[in-house]
Structures are given as structure tokens and as C-alpha cells.
């Protein structure tokens, strides 16, 4: 029964996962999302407080920096919030900074801008769309 063996460890295989690792991809980290690592973690915007005391925008962008996410949420900044382009400007390209933290707006995909501002003295970010006929580049949203 050379059958059974055989079938046995191709489920085995298959169930698992099992797959012989290929090369190591570079360590990418959070301020060069152009890195290898990086370049596969997706662009939700879900903070993690990394194991470094850093905040990243999710856990697969902490990996990619070589830090694990400690917990859930940005980490604790004691300093107060500022926001260069007053609030919710979609149309207007600016940064949010609380303590050593600077967050820029950026484009979270071709019509949506991820904005960064301060609510109760606190950064925060949030996702919003480009009004009909625009189009988000450089961290704004621009007539398309």
C-alpha cells in the first residue's frame, strides 16, 4: 500500500501549510514603505503601539520595522496635538504632531485621503473620500 503513505503526507503538507521557505525578504520598516517587507502589508490604517514605543499604522508595517505590536491603538504621547492644515481639510495637504509623532496626510488609495488631525488633544486619523470629480494625490484631494 504505497498509495496510503504518499496520501497521507500530501494532506499533511496541504493542512499544515508546509512549504519549504523561500529567501528572506529585507526588513522593510515603517518610514520606507517602498522596502520589500513593507510592500506586502496592506494600507489599513489600524494603529498599534509597537514593542519599540512607536506607532505604527498597523501590525504588518510593526513587523516589517522588526518590532512586534505590544497592544491595539497608538502609543500613549503626553504631549499635546497640533494640526497644520486645521482639522479635516481634504483639499489641503498637512501633518498632525503630538509629542516626537509626525503623522502626513497621505492618500489611503486613489479617492480616499487618510487625514490626520487632533481630537480632545489627541491624534487621531480618518479615511475620507474625495468628492465626485476628484482624485487623492499627494495627501489631498485634488480636481482629477
Known amino acids: 500500500m504505497q498509495f496510503f503513505p504518499s496520501a497521507l503526507c500530501l494532506a499533511i503538507i ?3 501549510g508546509c512549504v519549504a521557505p523561500g529567501p528572506a ?3 522593510g520598516n515603517a518610514s520606507n514603505p517602498g522596502s520589500v517587507a513593507s510592500a506586502a502589508c496592506p ?3 489600524d494603529p498599534v503601539c509597537g514593542a519599540d514605543n512607536k506607532t505604527y499604522p498597523n501590525s504588518c508595517l510593526a513587523e516589517a520595522a522588526g518590532t512586534t505590536a505590544a497592544r491595539r491603538g497608538g502609543c500613549p504621547v503626553s504631549s499635546d496635538c497640533v494640526d497644520s492644515d486645521n482639522e479635516s481639510d481634504i483639499f489641503e495637504s498637512g501633518a498632525a504632531t503630538q509629542g516626537s509623532l509626525v503623522r ?3 492618500c489611503a488609495d486613489s479617492t480616499h485621503v487618510i487625514e490626520y488631525d487632533c481630537q480632545n488633544l489627541n491624534m487621531v486619523a480618518k479615511t475620507l473620500p474625495c468628492p465626485s470629480g ?3 494625490s499627494g495627501g489631498r484631494c485634488v480636481p482629477s
Open 14 to 16: 496541504l493542512i499544515a
Open 104 to 106: 502626513q496626510d497621505t
Open 134 to 136: 476628484y482624485a487623492c
Open 43 to 45: 494600507q489599513t490604517y
Open 25 to 27: 525578504a529585507p526588513a
